[in-house]
């Protein structure tokens, strides 16, 4: 992974992350930057990664769950709700604008 | 209802049956034609510059340039947006051996020579000078601070030259909101401190930047820009297949807002948000993390808070 010392403080949290950047105390500044924005996505929603690539542990350390395969995730989800979950599908989502309302 | 639904994973595709939950909706770019001529289309953006004199005017009288150009984790094809203003400026009385073209690196890492020849393809490598920004070692010029308090540092070949020329394709962007415009001289060819700072307007915002037009971020990066000296930048949008759609030239910001329209109408989809979920595929951007956390964001447009986003993602 580019910049794989930033693993080591991934999955703190948000606030964190600022305070120790701004307190000179993280090297690599442009990965914690973007430290910073995984988290503030995390504390906004749950994240899980679907990956033969990224192992269980990697995924910890960037504060993420994890699933064997999409239907395993969205059967979890299903488990879990109170009422039937409304799911989007993005196929291609770093290319996709979502103009929402 | 909505019961199956298939995914890119890499080179494969995963046929995925959705029990238990009621799919909203499926959401993928749009097909988008490329433009039949793209030489054609690139000259005709250099004879109708936007809000700001030709090329091949604003280069009269000025006896060197220099050529800003993306880096081999875009799909601009330099090797088509370079050649056409190397011509005018070659017009406009400027010698090939006063042209420099850089590489605009970022902090990525530098290119091999396979990778530059691909980029910019055998013309431009025989016409002119080509360099690399590598942020680690290049001679950065101290400019001070932002009124926001952004250190800048830059590429002193910059100030070096009589005018300089930014290209790019704006596609929606996590922290600029799209790329392109002066997001070429930053992060492009300035010291790490100035993304850095850059990046963590960013990393502040409580809401996503994503296909934002005036964020804090694009504010600072055209502030840099002009202090910098780049006026003008060539612009092009391109489809899924990274073929050029639109191009525009003229000065930086009308340019790029108005290429920005261009980009809204290839990747904007119509979608709902407050989902409880989103399930968001990493294509095209599967080689790692680093590229493919780029998923999370346009997620989270879709999912409410305290919400699931699922991104599924190869890397290999």
Known sequence: MTHPDMLDYTAQPADVLLGRYERNEIDDRVAASLAVAWARVREYARVVLVSDGIAPHEAAALGFDTAPDVETALSALARTSGTTPQVGVLTHAPDTLPLVA | MIRRFDLPYGAESLAVRAAGVDLAGIYTPRPTLPALAPEALIREALDNPIGSE????????????????????????????????????????????????????????????????????????????????????????????????TPIEVNEHLFEADIVIGTGAVVPHHIAGFSAGAKI?????????????????????????????????????????ERCGMRHVLNVTLNADGQIVTARFGATRPTYRRAVEDARRIYGVRAPAGLDAVVAGSHPCDIEFWQAHKSLYPAMLMVRPGGTIIVVTPCP
């Open chain 2, 185 to 225: 001289v930053q992060p492009g060819v300035s010291g790490a401190a100035t993304t850095a700072a850059t990046h963590m307007f960013s990393a502040r915002a409580r809401t996503p930047l994503l296909g934002r037009v005036d964020t804090p971020v694009r504010a600072e990066m055209e502030l840099i820009a």
């Open chain 2, 54 to 149: 030709s090329l091949r005017e604003a280069a009269r009288g000025k006896t060197s340039a220099l050529v800003l150009i993306d880096d081999i984790t875009r799909e601009t094809p330099a090797d088509l947006l370079v050649p056409p203003i190397l011509d005018d400026l070659e017009t406009a009385g400027i010698s090939a051996d006063d042209i420099l073209v850089m590489i605009a690196l970022g902090t990525h890492r530098p290119m091999n020579d396979e990778e530059i020849r691909h980029k910019v393809g055998d013309e431009v490598l025989s016409r002119v000078r080509i360099t690399q920004h590598d942020h680690r070692t290049a001679p950065l010029r101290d400019l001070g601070v932002t009124p926001s308090g």
